[in-house]
């Protein structure tokens, strides 16, 4: 197996308000409000731990990763009594709910109400999703260089990675969309496959859930970009799609992505561009629900799409999300 090594600095623990404080100030991102927390109960901390292990196990079993969980359940999740609600500054200042998040640090934060047993079924798929979310925040970290120029000596140059997710700067925020698929997959997959401490049918339960079924656009847009990229890249190669879906899955945590050069291959140039632009919470890219069909993101990718046509969804897309020229460079 190969090991991932963590690489988290103390530093950062102090970088984190400053973050923040930049964030708000370039109205890039949003800053937590506080958060008054609830005492978690003994099934909770059992669901938990269960989650953790599942998430490890395909962690090893699939991806063939040597990495551990290493998120204590008591320190590093917390139960917020309202939920989580979050203030934005974008020019004005509203508030939105989420019934869970990862943090800057890879903490975890739930909606306290999924700590019931009439709430397992998300509690357990939340918790998962929000696992890969904590561990990729705390493999890839946040990337932060020495200021002189402020009193503290910590930057406030940033770059936060959480998986193939970034903000950084002017750029914003970039790849969101592809990264809560392909951390959506893996969370489906591990339930479905690696949960055997969890009856079938509630197995089944758990993925069908209506409150489970997120990021669909993002998940059929990721699924069509596997089946076309691989099928360009190893035409004759059977297991072609799954190689290429686990060296996605797999840089979440290690940081490759010279893989996704496979899909400029398939696409063309800019594609990342694009890709990097889907973003499931921007209200100008909503589609109607469940029809994903005509969803200019799912056009485009669609293999079907004709070059020529690709062409007038991209200048569609850009114009639709201001998207910096730097935000298809996305591979270091």
Same mark, same amino acid.
């Given at each position: 197996?190969?090991?991932?090594?963590?690489?988290?600095?103390?530093?950062?623990?102090?970088? @984190?308000?400053?973050?923040?404080?930049?964030?708000?100030?370039?109205?890039?991102?949003?800053?937590?409000?506080?958060?008054?927390?609830?005492?978690?109960? @003994?099934?909770?901390?059992?669901?938990?731990?269960?989650?953790?292990?599942?998430?490890?196990?395909?962690?090893?079993?699939?991806?063939?990763?040597?990495?551990?969980?290493?998120?204590?359940?008591?320190?590093?999740?917390?139960?917020?009594?309202?939920?989580?609600?979050?203030?934005?500054?974008?020019?004005?200042?509203?508030?939105?709910?989420?019934? =869970?998040? =990862?943090? &800057?640090?890879?903490?975890?934060?739930?909606?306290?109400?999924?700590?019931? @047993?009439?709430?397992? @079924?998300?509690?357990?798929?939340? &918790?998962?999703?929000?696992?890969?979310? =904590?561990?990729?925040?705390?493999?890839?970290?946040?990337?932060?260089?020495?200021?002189?120029?402020?009193?503290?000596?910590?930057?406030?140059?940033?770059?936060?990675?959480?998986?193939?997710?970034?903000?950084?700067?002017?750029?914003?925020?970039?790849?969101?969309?592809?990264?809560?698929?392909?951390?959506?997959?893996?969370?489906?997959?591990?339930?479905?496959?690696?949960?055997?401490?969890?009856?079938?049918?509630?197995?089944?339960?758990?993925?069908?859930?209506?409150?489970?079924?997120?990021?669909?656009?993002?998940?059929?847009?990721?699924?069509?970009?596997?089946?076309?990229?691989?099928?360009? &890249?190893?035409?004759?190669?059977?297991?072609?799609?799954?190689?290429?879906?686990?060296?996605?899955?797999?840089?979440?945590?290690?940081?490759?992505?010279?893989?996704?050069?496979?899909?400029?291959?398939?696409?063309?140039?800019?594609?990342?561009?694009?890709? =990097?632009?889907?973003?499931?919470?921007?209200?100008?890219?909503?589609?109607?629900?469940?029809?994903?069909?005509?969803?200019?993101?799912?056009?485009?990718?669609?293999?079907?799409?004709?070059?020529?046509?690709?062409?007038? &969804?991209?200048?569609?897309?850009?114009?639709?999300?201001?998207?910096?020229?730097?935000?298809?460079?996305?591979?270091?």
């Amino acid at each position: 197996m190969e090991r991932v090594e963590r690489k988290m600095r103390p530093e950062i623990t102090k970088a @984190q308000d400053i973050i923040w404080d930049k964030f708000i100030d370039e109205g890039y991102a949003a800053k937590q409000a506080p958060i008054e927390e609830v005492t978690k109960s @003994q099934e909770f901390i059992k669901t938990a731990n269960q989650c953790r292990e599942i998430d490890t196990s395909y962690l090893r079993g699939y991806l063939n990763l040597d990495i551990a969980l290493d998120i204590d359940v008591d320190k590093d999740i917390l139960l917020a009594k309202d939920g989580i609600s979050q203030v934005v500054e974008h020019g004005n200042t509203k508030k939105y709910y989420r019934r =869970a998040s =990862a943090d &800057l640090l890879g903490n975890i934060v739930l909606d306290h109400r999924l700590d019931d @047993q009439n709430a397992s @079924q998300v509690l357990i798929h939340d &918790l998962s999703h929000e696992f890969f979310h =904590a561990l990729a925040i705390r493999e890839k970290r946040l990337a932060i260089s020495p200021d002189r120029s402020t009193p503290t000596n910590i930057a406030i140059d940033y770059l936060v990675k959480a998986g193939y997710e970034t903000h950084r700067g002017a750029e914003g925020e970039l790849m969101v969309g592809f990264n809560e698929a392909v951390t959506e997959r893996m969370t489906r997959e591990a339930i479905e496959d690696y949960a055997d401490s969890i009856p079938e049918d509630e197995r089944l339960r758990i993925l069908n859930h209506p409150a489970n079924d997120g990021y669909t656009r993002e998940r059929i847009v990721l699924n069509k970009i596997i089946a076309h990229a691989s099928k360009t &890249l190893q035409p004759d190669n059977p297991y072609a799609a799954e190689l290429f879906w686990k060296d996605i899955a797999r840089g979440v945590f290690l940081g490759t992505k010279m893989h996704l050069r496979g899909i400029e291959k398939a696409y063309g140039k800019g594609s990342l561009r694009i890709l =990097a632009a889907m973003h499931p919470h921007d209200p100008k890219q909503k589609s109607e629900k469940n029809n994903f069909k005509d969803d200019i993101f799912v056009r485009y990718f669609s293999p079907e799409t004709i070059h020529a046509e690709r062409d007038i &969804l991209s200048a569609q897309i850009l114009n639709m999300k201001d998207v910096d020229e730097k935000g298809g460079n996305l591979i270091t």
